[in-house]
């Protein structure tokens, strides 16, 4: 929605501290978006009139957004009547959702479509007979005073063809010339109407040319305009598919929301669903807006946003998402985030950024387009003195034909269009997959990786570890040493303690107070329980403060090594400088890592692990999932720097991780990806980012990416030659040679059906499967 | 014909002068929002004045059904907005620093500039 058409209708009458009504209560302001008002002094009539109304407190203009507020009782309807009793066309703004716009947007297209077809139709109903008598009779010249009187007959319905069907090509042109740039209208009135202006000075003053040059091209006039109207109308079309995707994720959002307040349920639009409202969902209703579930258990499709096919469980305290689909249960939930601010109104809004961005290799063509329809002007010209300083007899109609054919076939429409249309499929098929590409360059870059760097925690495996086994040296016990763990960790985020504390918890241990924490960086950590000193981390700590790690026969650093082999981690546990044991903890490979991993390296991509945990455990996890590279007991900075590494090693490194920890590597790589909890898409230092964790978000990126470039390539490489190939043989450079000249007719075809012929083959791109796997 | 060839060179010489070295008049950004209308092919007005590192906000108003005329994009700033059609679509331009920005369409046959000159007001 435009930002200014956003009425604030809704927001005064429901304030969230007073109670809310039943039913949605009606507005006394009323935005109305006035059209025809083309200056200042417009202001005060409308005003005027508007106060004028029965029931209008105040009404007031804003000039510049051609707005005007206007608060009271009256109806729209009066207020528009008055508006347009002024003068003017008025109709009343609304905050409109996605849907709506595009709604509105769709039956425009269809409007503009039905215009053209109309004009077309019109056009070729004269140009198609007259095409045919030429072909047949191949009599389109004037020699007769009754030749004269029939072609005048024709001329003048010509003129009018061009009238109705070709206008809005001529004021096109003039307006583009009058502000001093040149496009696609200037050309074809430009062809058009010397066609048509040439065949009205034979039809008027047949001495003024030769006999043989005395030569009508008002069928070509005709047809041309058919075509290319015809063209245009197809593109149209064409075009519509190519926004499919937004179009899908438009339609997930849901038009009303169940809500509760003052212990009534009650169907509101999703508009006036406010924050901290408590929403009801039940099995099979679509999820109206972001919230947290407050009451019921249910699992929930979340397939059309992360492509995760499998539903997620969801329970007291968990996120639910806006057009995601309750599948089980019923649940009540709080609104944490409504209207634009929810995850998907915001995947809609970067998909739709993302699809208007341009990649670089756009930029040679976009350097063209600018200078192309004078360039295209300047040959003309050149090309209608060349044949009437060299051409053959008689000159001057090969000249006019050769200019004519020279303007019309000349297409800036299919190099401007080569790059947008494949961007908008491209970035439209990625969301489908669940992944969302930030802008045009990241797309073009990711087709370019070659070496890709993965985060294991979160990336590869889980992320979510799991305690494995518990070793204890003598005279401690397992549930001894669980308890101080567990003390130990309580409060620390980071994901082993999670694993630890998850453990005591399943095991029913109660915690203790801790006295004294220092966590020692790369090591693990110090603490003071019970009046115990406890030391808990990785062999290095232990080493530093000299605890005897092999026990009586037990060697405990060939178990924490085998433990390690196994992709567990182990961290050993010393109580009062005596060690208590071993305690390891696993965080499995996710079930589709390896086949992710293996599609990437198919393709030629060097893949890394890079990882903060020790080296046996890296080695033991990058060995099961099939990495050969991977660097272990890296700090966060380091990762920054493999990054580097890497690029002064000539490679286009993807980062992958999870957008926190690992943000200043996301930056500095090529691309970075951000692997998105379920449908989080904050993720502000990510290119692209997965929105669900399966790493084939990655495989299918780089998939989409390459076949969005080769779409564009393609694209490109058929714009570029039709014209540079399609303007010299328009200008006649075949007809020394083969004494062949185009039909100014054909250009026309091949003009009009050049742009489609892109739009066509970005569409191509809609049956591109981005899953492999 | 060396008439001819004489006028089919000025021709040359005024499309060369008209479309590429010809600079118009450029409108001033004034304290209210300017309403730039898409139709007919083109930004009216098309060529804006803004003072250097004045913030501006630029009213965008589609009135051209083509789709061609549905993208606005200020590749310089980074911004590519859909203007719907009869709406006018407000695009907050941030204070810019000295030079010509060009603004257009995705296949840049509406073209504009944004020129920033003079002292910061």
Known sequence: MSESTVTDSHCHTEHPEKPHPVQPVTTDMTELIIDGAGCASCVGKIEGALNAVAGVKHAEMNFAQRTVSVSGTASHDDLIRAVEGAGYNAKVSSAESDADEMDEKEQADLAYYKKLMRETWIALALGAPLMVYALVTGEMSVNTTTERIVWLIIGILTLGVLLVSGRHFFVGAWKSFLNHSANMDTLIALGTGTAWLYSMVVVFFPEAVPAQARHVYFEATAIIIGLIDLGLALEIKARGRTSEAIKRLIGLQAKTARVIRDDQEMDLPIEHVLLDDLVRARPGEKIPVDGEVTEGHTAIDESMLTGEPMPVEKAKGDEVVAGTLNKTGSIVFRATRVGKDTALAQIINMVKRAQNSKPPIGRLADVISAYFVPVVMIIAVVSALAWLNFGPTPAIAFAIVSATTVLIIACPCALGLATPMSVMVGVGKAAEAGVLIRNGEALQTASKITAMILDKTGTITLGAPKVTDIFVAPGFSEQNVLQLAASVEAGSEHPLALAIMESAKEENVELLKTSTFNAITARGVEATVNDQTILFGNEKLMHERSIALVIGDEDFVEKAQGLASEAKTPMYFAIDGQLAGIIAVADPIKEDSISAIQRLQKNGIRVVMLTGDNRDTAKAVAEKAGITEFMAEVLPEDKAKKVQELQMAGEVVGMTGDGINDAPALALANVGFAIGTGTDVAIESADITLMRGSLHGLADAIAVSKATLRNIKQNLFGAFIYNVAGVPVAAGILYPVLGILMNPVIAGAAMAFSSLTVVSNANRLRLFKAQEH | ?121
Not at chain 2, 57 to 67: E, V, W, Y
Not at chain 2, 78 to 87: A, D, G, H
Not at chain 2, 99 to 109: K, S, V
């Open chain 2, 1 to 121: 014909m060396l008439i001819v060839n004489i006028a089919g060179v000025i021709l040359i010489a005024l499309i060369i002068w008209w479309f590429w070295l010809y600079k118009p008049k450029a409108e001033q950004l004034g304290d209210d929002d300017l309403v730039v209308v898409v139709e007919n092919g083109v930004y009216t007005p098309s060529h804006i004045l803004m003072k250097l590192n004045d913030a501006h906000a630029i009213t965008f108003l589609r009135k051209d059904a083509s789709p061609c005329a549905e993208t606005l994009m200020i590749p310089q700033l980074e911004i590519s907005e859909t203007l719907p059609l009869n709406k006018p679509t407000k695009i907050q331009i941030p204070p810019l620093n000295s030079g010509e920005y060009a603004f257009h369409c995705q296949m840049q046959m509406y073209k504009g500039t944004i020129k920033v000159e003079g002292g910061a007001s």
